[in-house]
């Protein structure tokens, strides 16, 4: 058998981090068996789906790696196929025409509820087909009668649903469009779907679905169903707990390999190991290794992951997302150094790539203002002579390097019988605004040259306007 798995997005918003962990483990499962990922977008529901929302989910699949083997498919593009099913359906009787009117069904639910018994169709029109073909009617699915629905959930075990306990459900409405799990049937059918790998919202629909498979003569897959995401506070994940749509960790400055990373071991384990590349993921994860329980939401652990990779991966990789921040901060890239080397010299300082971006505009741009306490304290008639010492040891190097720059900091010291505390401060101050920054040899060779001295100038003139 050929595993085919699918994640199957419903585009009435963006893409939340509960979806993109379906997404990667039905990714992951496929890839790990040799199958294939398939994507598919539902969206019959014309009134909350979007064009807007369809991007969102691709934006944040692609932000995060997620490429499909075949897709992205859509349901609304299908309806004919559906519609020639349910003709199929209607012809071999499992399924038949409700003319019942909207006044019948609520005085029926009305009667139910004051019985206290469980509201559904009665069965009327399977038993009393419609004379008059002419009257409004949806095509109902005749749900077998007695006996159980069973299968062994991947996730959660042996699952059993007497057949009594379901209704005979709508899967045409009176305007001949097909309901929600009509459409994910036929397509699981046509796409030779062998693993359904779901959320466990969807355990109510499982029973319904294998029974429509089972009339259409299909080899069911094989289902498991994820448990639900929770905060801290052990509700369900919301706006509330910070953010849940994937592209918004991406634009708080998020890498993706961080957010899979976390994403897998939210309800899956493989023995003690924390830190998993994607080739990791696809080699050891298994579905029916995955946790029955909600697994909690821990956004200090996310970011914990996320300075790991900042700091282990490859500057120039990390490069390539940290763009994406200094353009969205119209940061002007041109003239300044290359941003791998931005990278190496803030790592270890910053958990985030939005962070890092606002921390390195100085290294492409000037800066307006001096930080008021760091100016106040680092740009004295005090320190005057030794910036002044550093302008005239710097501006001699024939090589723009770390190297020369520390050498030439430690000869100020020395000839000024300074501590390196006393004379690398207001050299920060002056280049950078702050005192805040990464080693001052690294920051100013980044910075380079002519902006190094020209902002030793300004702070000079800074400290001479001050004394007047």
């Known amino acids: 058998m050929t595993v085919r798995t699918r994640f199957a997005p419903s585009p009435t918003g963006y893409l939340h981090v509960g979806g993109a962990r379906t997404a990667l483990y039905s990714y992951l499962y496929a890839h790990r068996m040799g199958g294939k990922y398939v994507l598919r977008i539902e969206d019959t529901d014309l009134e909350r789906s979007t064009d807007a929302a369809v991007q969102a989910i691709f934006d944040g699949l692609s932000w995060l790696g997620l490429k499909e083997d075949e897709g992205p498919f859509y349901q609304t593009r299908r309806f004919d196929r559906y519609k020639d099913v349910i ?70 075990g042996r699952i059993e649903i007497a057949n009594d306990e379901l209704d005979d459900l709508i899967i045409a409405r009176t305007d001949g469009s097909p309901t929600y799990n009509f459409c994910v049937v036929v397509d699981d059918y046509d796409m030779q779907i062998s693993h359904v790998i779901r959320g466990n919202d969807h355990v109510s629909n499982t029973p319904k679905q294998i029974n429509i498979l089972l009339a259409l003569g299909a080899t069911l897959p094989q289902y498991g169903h994820l448990p639900m995401i929770l905060g801290q506070d052990g509700q369900k994940l919301s706006k509330r707990h910070g953010a849940v749509s994937v592209i918004q960790y991406r634009d708080e400055g998020y890498l993706p390999q961080a957010l899979l990373n976390y994403l897998v071991r939210l309800g899956w384990s493989h023995g003690d190991q924390e830190i998993f590349s994607m080739a990791e993921m696809t080699q050891f994860f298994d579905v029916k290794d995955v946790n029955k329980s909600a697994a909690a939401f821990d956004t200090k652990k996310l970011l914990w992951l996320n300075h790991h990779y900042i700091k282990s991966s490859p500057a120039d990789e990390v490069a390539k997302h940290l763009e994406w921040h200094m353009q969205d901060q119209n940061i002007a890239l041109a003239g300044g150094p290359a941003l791998a080397r931005v990278v190496a010299a803030q790592a270890e300082r910053c958990d985030n790539l939005r962070t890092m971006a606002a921390q390195s505009r100085y290294f492409y741009e000037e800066f307006s203002d001096y930080d008021a306490v760091s100016a106040d304290k680092q740009l004295t008639a005090q320190t005057r002579a030794a910036l002044a010492a550093l302008r005239e040891q710097l501006a001699a190097l024939a090589d723009w390097n770390a190297v020369a720059i520390h050498g030439a900091v430690d000869a100020v010291c020395k000839a000024l019988s300074l501590g390196f505390g006393k004379v690398a401060p207001p050299l920060r101050v002056a280049i950078t605004g702050s005192t805040a920054s990464p080693s001052i040899d690294i920051t100013a060779e980044l910075i380079g040259k002519s902006r190094v001295l020209a902002r030793i100038d300004r702070a000079l003139a800074f400290i001479d306007a001050k004394a007047a």
């Open 87 to 156: 003709q199929q359906m209607l012809n071999a009787g499992t399924a038949y025409r409700c003319s019942c009117t909207k006044e019948r069904l609520e005085q029926l639910r009305a009667e139910q509820e004051a019985r206290k018994d469980k509201p559904r169709y009665d069965g009327h029109c399977r038993h009393n087909p419609p004379a008059d073909d002419s009257k409004p009617f949806v095509v109902r699915f005749k749900n077998p009668i007695g006996g159980v629905v069973a299968w062994d959930d991947l996730i959660l």
